[in-house]
Each structure stands twice: as C-alpha cells, then as structure tokens.
C-alpha cells in the first residue's frame, strides 16, 4: 500500500527541523586560527562558492575585480608564455583550455567567460601557493536540489597575502606585456 500523503504537509515536522539543523551547521563555520564563527574574525581570506564560481566573502572581496582582471589578462597570454613566466600549474592549466577553445574558433572573450570556474581555480591555487593558508571545503545542501560546494581560505594574515596575490599577478604581467 502507497504511504498516505497529506498534500497540506508534505514535509513531515520534524522533518523539516532537521533540514533547518543542518542549514546552521553548514553556515556555522568557524575559523581554524581563531575559532570564531565565518565572517567574525580577520583570517578569512576568501570563501568561495564552487558551484557558482563566486566568490562570497574575505579579504580578497574588496579587490577582486582588479584581481580578475589580472587573471584574465594572463590566461590570454598563452600557456607556454605563462610557464615561461614561472606562473603556477593551475593558471597555466586554465591558459591551456582557454586557448583550446581560441584555436576552436571561440573569441578570447568567449574563452575567458566560459572558462571562468577554471581561473577560479587557478586563483584558488595561487593563493594557496602563498604558503600559510588552511582550506575548509564542503557542502551545502539545503534539503532540495539547491546543494552547492564551498570553499574557504584562512591565513593568519589575510591582508597580506591579497597583497602578496596582487604584487605576484603584477609581476607575471610586467614579464608578459
Ligand atoms: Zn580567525
């Protein structure tokens, strides 16, 4: 015999309850360095949303259109040329599948947009590469097919490494243009 369904209340209640327990869970993260909740403390570096390929929060919000922009001049330069440059493997992976969809017949607009959860990633690693950053990932799955992975950077100083990035991207720039 098929379950009877109230359609008045499709989601049991204590069902439901569970769903909102998990919500908090999952926003409640805290700081590996300092132990405060998200957004509380001066360590979060950048939290971003990889399913969406945004990022949400840290210090390197205020200047992430410049730091964008850079990525996207780069990965236009060319894998060879960013590997000569000494540029990391992911920026050069991401220059690679760009200049992939270039040569087939795609603008280097085009290439660059539809490429872009790859420059996140590359930007990702970049940072990572700064030395000491600790990475929390996961998942968030609000109880529908909304379910969305996350990844969060902390370093001790955050500040810093934004400006580390910066002066790092510069440089590679300055070799290529
Ligand atoms: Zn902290």
Known sequence: MPPVIDPDDDIPEDEDEDFEVEEEIAEG???????SPEGECEHL????????SEIESGA???????ILDMIERLVAKGPDALKAAGAGHALVQAATLVEA???????MGDAVSTNFPHLIEALCSTLEEDGDVTVTEGEVDEGTDESW???N???????GAVERLIDRLQGLLDELE
Do not use: F, K, N, Q
Request: hydrophobic share 35%.
């Open 153 to 159: 950077l902390w370093t001790e100083d955050a500040e």
């Open 45 to 52: 570096l950048a939290a971003i949303d990889r399913t969406y």
């Open 149 to 151: 992975s996350y990844v």
């Open 29 to 35: 993260e805290h700081c590996p360095i300092c132990d």
């Open 60 to 66: 390197i919000v205020a200047y992430e259109r410049t």
């Open 101 to 107: 969809d270039v040569e087939g017949g795609m603008s």
